[in-house]
């Protein structure tokens, strides 16, 4: 009878057991999927999951700064490290080489694309989830921030037949949207479409994409070898390294394709001057490109809990000096531009923040925030721009190799607006915030 007993005992164990194993891989799938879902809600654009002395921490990317959210204990980082290899098509016993994958993942309703990189470090092993939206529709260039003179520059450069359209900025700045929306729309209007890219980050609709893969054998310079014989409207190089491949882009342009390329750069300058180093021939970047787009991002205020307030008068000087050193100058062309956005879309049921006299208020975050932005006071980020179009004077200054001190000096006085002054009127819109902007660099703070 005792025997019996134990027998059932040890059979009741046996099956716990059982039961506690086939729900961890159940909970670990759904914490992934809670950690993923979290972070999209928060608009993050990748989530960083750290190993630490005896836990793990869980930072967010959002509007350019990371937020340490939470910790998991080592047992469940490991189990979530494992479920992300498994999931990312990745060996799941490998933990002393770097790895790269993805993985599909929805979230009400929506597709994303989410990019796994593994590192081994001291620690453990770090990973980095990137967020990317897979939403076929292509984003409007209003959308993105693009309003006025620069939207019109936009639109003029994507009729042209050749040439070269730069879009440069730092890391997570959007330069993918905009060549996304500037590339579905010449796709939508029956061109053909090719790209050579590392990674492929947006499906463009009508578009013939090639992915780097240097394994097999096929490099930036072999695709676009063989996109030149595709008889192609528009080729985009994203990125754009011109390192034995300079030659191939003169070669299409001089054809007649219009080349798209995306770089790392702060402004135009630096972006223009990277290609000439690079060994894009002086002549042809005087003569072909035609379009530079520097990009910038700040977070965006909460539209639920915003403040509006009046500025004093410092500010108001300070502002000023971003536009002109006559105060009565700058103040009109203030108003003017600000005018233009609000016709353009920007904030439309908004009234203007300036008149012809002054500045009459600004706008901050609510310090204590809401539930809607996560009690932070700012919730998404939004675009800033520099448009610089191709004209005779910008031509002389690079056939003449003036530096780029020259070279910015005339992007300043041929530019639409700078990237705080575009920074300024969205600020004034009540997109953004004084604190945001101050941390924009001008032309002569980076000199």
């Known amino acids: ?8 005992l040890y059979a009741l164990y046996y099956i716990s057991t059982m039961q506690t194993q086939e729900k961890k891989p159940i909970a670990t799938t759904a914490r992934l999927r809670s950690i993923i ?3 999209i809600s928060l608009g993050a654009k990748a989530i960083h999951l750290e190993p630490r002395k005896g836990s793990m921490a869980i ?7 990371l937020k340490e959210e939470r910790h998991l204990s080592l047992s469940e980082y490991n189990a979530l490290i494992a479920q992300i290899k498994m999931k990312s098509n990745l060996k799941i016993t490998e933990h002393s080489s770097a790895q790269q994958g993805f993985f599909h993942h929805s979230f009400k309703k929506n597709a994303y694309k989410i990019m796994s990189a593994v590192l081994p470090v001291l620690d453990g092993e770090k990973v980095v989830l990137h967020i990317q939206h897979t939403n076929p529709k292509p984003p409007s260039l209003q959308s993105l921030g693009f309003w006025g003179n620069s939207l019109k520059n936009i639109q003029q450069a994507l009729a042209l037949h050749q040439g070269l359209i730069i879009v440069s900025g730092k890391k997570n700045t959007g330069k993918s949207a905009t060549l996304f929306s500037m590339l579905s729309t010449l796709a939508s209007s029956g061109l053909s479409v090719a790209t050579i890219e590392d990674p492929v980050r947006h499906i463009i609709k009508g ?31 994203q990125p754009l390294h011109l390192k034995n491949i300079s030659e191939l882009i003169e070669s299409a342009i001089q054809k007649g394709h219009l080349v798209f390329g995306s770089l790392h750069a702060s402004d135009s300058a630096e972006a223009i001057h990277h290609l000439i180093n690079s060994g894009l021939d002086r002549y042809s970047a005087a003569k072909h490109i035609q379009l530079a787009i520097t990009h910038e991002q ?64 600004l706008w901050k975050a609510r310090p204590s925030g809401c539930q809607n932005c996560n009690y932070k006071g700012y919730k998404g980020s939004i675009g800033i721009f520099e448009i610089v179009r191709s004209s005779t004077e910008l031509q002389k200054i690079l056939l003449a190799n003036l530096g780029r001190q020259s070279l910015r000096n005339e992007i300043k006085r041929s530019s639409t607006l700078s990237l705080k002054q575009d920074a300024i009127i969205k600020m004034l819109r009540g997109l953004t915030s004084m604190n945001e902007i101050t941390g924009i660099q001008t032309f002569q703070e980076q000199d």
């Open 298 to 361: 700040v977070r965006a205020l909460c539209n639920n809990c915003k403040q509006a307030y009046s500025p004093t008068e410092e500010e108001v000087k300070a502002l000023l000096r971003e536009f002109s050193n006559k105060e009565k100058q700058a103040i009109e062309q203030l108003h003017i531009l600000e005018m233009a956005a609000k016709e353009s879309g920007l904030a439309a049921e908004r009234k203007l923040s300036t008149s012809y006299e002054t500045i009459h208020q």
């Open 207 to 237: 578009a013939h994409q090639t992915q780097v893969n240097h394994k097999n054998g096929l490099s930036t310079e072999i695709g676009l070898r063989n996109i030149l014989l595709q008889d192609a409207d528009a080729i985009l190089i």
């Open 59 to 65: 930072r967010y990317r959002v509007s350019g700064s």
């Open 1 to 8: 009878m005792k025997n019996i007993k134990r027998l059932l």
């Open 37 to 39: 879902d979290y972070g």
